[in-house]
């Protein structure tokens, strides 16, 4: 069976060879010239990290490339996963290969088999040029848990890759047609990393909180941490945030609501804030930042990508049902 | 007592599976979709080494019955024994069945030879050379890409690459259906001379709608008719079997108390009765004529048609 495979997808092997071969020769070339800024960055700055922070690196061309990352599970889910089941069945080629000496289960794991490998060993190829060429940029960072650095580094983008192609597998091998499971695909891999991104990563572990007294310096977390939530919790447990701008209206104690500043430009500016915040200490109140540490990168990376590659499990194991089970 | 009826007695006398010298059969298959009723509770059987004509019109459940003896779809009821094996996924089985679907499915941007080496890779035993020497002698160039061939070559390319499986039963599903005369010609004849050669260790089931073809090449014949098992069994002693009775327009009970009336025609003066015999047809007042193959073939395929009496068509007045 291998050979029939190697047979039925040398052509889109030979295309995926060359489209990476043509993104490592940009990333290179423009990976480099970000290196070399990076370089002179960090002679010129000599350790001052503000000024690494804020110093400039000209991305060029390659500005969207990390985003494109994000394009190669989509292509490979909807331009080689869909049709591996339904375009055979589509062409009707599926009797002509399910009426050999070869069972359907073998015929299937071969072929979802190489393909799940080309498409992680896509995803990890792509993934490993954009980490490094991101590195300098990801020095500057405050958070490296946001789009599109978390997803288009590390490891998270080979889950993408192998989850989007068992999602056009089992897509084409329900609906017996490549065009619907390409927008199966699509929708799909878009609706769950959305799903994942906004309600699912920020609890993959237990966020750490942080409590600091309002009228001292606020705290920041060490390194790229990602920050979820900061604000001031009451005694009893009631929070308000400090990003909304009108936020204490009701919440405060009266005493110290009263010392606010009118709505609007705060005349007076800290110095009225800090009023209301000895206020709000003498009552008990405190400030607080929840967030992931920094260190906690490759763990979130695991997970997600654990998440992804045990969907994609599932997926080929419905897959392999259907085509087991169901009349050719 | 014909061969055909031997046959089935002995397949009565087999409570399971499998009577000698029996490539396919059948008990009570049933197919169901969510709707229709694709095939209902057919039996029938198929000695080995016979090439048999599986005839019926457009739905009547012939790609149903293949289906499901090529181990490619599986029934809702009843069972099939295909050279002594339930049809199943298993390479044991797959590889004495060669089955080619009605769509000829081969693909189209891949060469024959690539189709072969494909076999190769797909089958234990797989006969490269025969299929090439075939492709060869019918000048079909094997290095030229499926899809820019003609329909007749296609299905000399399919059919070849079916053969190279060396199986010992082939289900063809209307090979010949969307070819040119001629091609169909070369195609049946690639086949006979493929039954030839095996010596008796080759089964053949072909479905088509040109009876005359059927007629010429086939020894055996299962027809279907609205889901259901109208006639089976070798065609000889089923002609023998049946007679044209012609005779007074009046009183057939006498032969129909005797004989199974399979299709009757009565004009003004006379009825014309078409007869599966029960012994010899004594009724002077009758003269029993032979049939010929695609009588007995429509005969069969309108038998189930007429409502109230189930078996008999009236033509004519009155």
């Known amino acids: 069976m291998n050979w029939v495979v190697w047979r039925q997808y040398r052509a889109q092997g030979a295309i995926a060879l060359a489209l990476l071969a043509a993104f490592t020769a940009v990333a290179l070339w423009q990976g480099l010239e970000v290196a070399s800024q990076w370089h002179s960055l960090v002679a010129t700055c000599a350790g001052n990290s503000g000024c690494l922070r804020q110093g400039d690196l000209i991305r060029g061309v390659a500005n969207g490339v990390p985003y494109l990352t994000l394009a190669v599970p989509v292509a490979l889910g909807a331009l080689c996963g869909a049709p591996l089941v339904a375009g055979e069945l589509e062409s009707r080629t599926s009797d002509f290969a399910w009426s050999q000496s070869v069972t359907r289960t073998r015929w299937l794991a071969a072929k979802t088999g190489w393909l799940l490998l080309g498409a992680a060993v896509c995803g990890g190829v792509v993934a490993v040029l954009v980490t490094w060429w991101s590195g300098p940029e990801n020095a500057q960072l405050a958070n490296t848990f946001i789009t599109p650095q978390y997803d288009t580094q590390g490891i998270v983008p080979i889950g993408y890759a192998v989850f989007a192609v068992a999602l056009g597998i089992a897509a084409g091998a329900v609906a017996r047609r490549t065009l619907p499971a390409i927008a199966v695909v699509f929708a799909g891999f878009i609706g769950l990393r959305y799903v994942i991104d906004d309600f699912v990563r920020p609890y993959f572990m237990t966020a750490v909180t942080t409590y600091f007294h309002l009228t001292g310096p606020g705290v920041s977390p060490p390194g790229a941490a990602w920050m979820l939530s900061q604000g001031m919790v009451s005694p009893t447990g009631q929070v308000v945030s400090f990003a909304v701008p009108d936020m204490y209206g009701g919440v405060l104690p009266a005493s110290c609501q009263n010392l606010l500043p009118s709505l609007g430009p705060v005349k007076g500016g800290n110095q009225s804030m800090n009023a209301v915040y000895s206020c709000l200490q003498a009552r008990g109140w405190r400030g607080f930042v929840t967030y992931q540490p920094a260190s906690r990168w490759w763990a979130f990376q695991g997970i997600e990508t654990g998440i992804y590659v045990l969907l994609a499990a599932a997926l080929i194991a419905v897959a392999f049902v259907i085509v087991r089970r169901r009349d050719a | ?318």
């Open chain 2, 1 to 318: 007592m014909s061969e055909r009826r031997a046959a089935r007695g002995q397949a009565a006398g087999a409570s399971e599976g499998h009577s000698a010298g029996m490539a396919i059969e059948t008990r009570a298959l049933s197919k169901r979709y969510r709707r229709a009723s694709a095939l209902t509770d057919c039996t029938i059987s198929v000695p080995e080494g016979r090439l048999s004509a599986l005839i019926g019109p457009n739905g009547a459940g012939k790609t149903t019955l293949l289906r499901i003896l090529a181990g490619m779809a599986s029934p809702t009821a009843g069972a099939a024994a295909v050279l002594g094996d339930t049809p199943r996924q298993d390479p044991s089985f797959l590889a004495e069945v060669g089955f080619l679907a009605q769509e000829i499915p081969l693909y189209r941007r891949f060469t024959p030879e690539d189709h072969i080496r494909i076999g190769a890779h797909m089958n234990a035993r797989w006969d490269a050379t025969l299929a090439r020497t075939r492709l060869e002698e019918l000048r079909i160039p094997l290095d030229q890409r499926v899809g820019t061939l003609s329909g007749g070559q296609r299905a000399q390319v399919a059919l070849a690459l079916t053969l190279a499986k060396r199986p010992r039963l082939l289900l063809l599903d209307e090979p010949v259906a969307a070819l040119d005369p001629l091609a169909r010609r070369h195609f049946l004849a690639t086949l006979t001379t493929a039954l030839a050669d095996a010596e008796g260790g080759l089964t053949v089931v072909l479905s088509s709608h040109l009876v005359t073809d059927l007629e010429r090449i086939c020894d055996h014949v299962v027809l279907l008719s609205r889901s259901r098992v109208q006639l089976c069994g070798d065609i000889d002693s089923l002609l023998a079997e049946h007679k044209v009775l012609i005779g007074p327009q009046k009183d057939t009970l006498p032969i129909e108390r005797t004989h199974q009336v399979v299709q009757a025609v009565r004009t003004a003066r006379q009825s014309s009765l078409l007869v599966r015999t029960n012994g010899p047809v004594i009724d002077p007042a009758y003269q029993a004529e032979d049939v010929t193959f695609e009588e007995l073939v429509l005969a069969y395929m309108g038998a189930d048609e007429a409502s109230p009496a189930r078996h008999l068509t009236t033509v004519g007045e009155d």
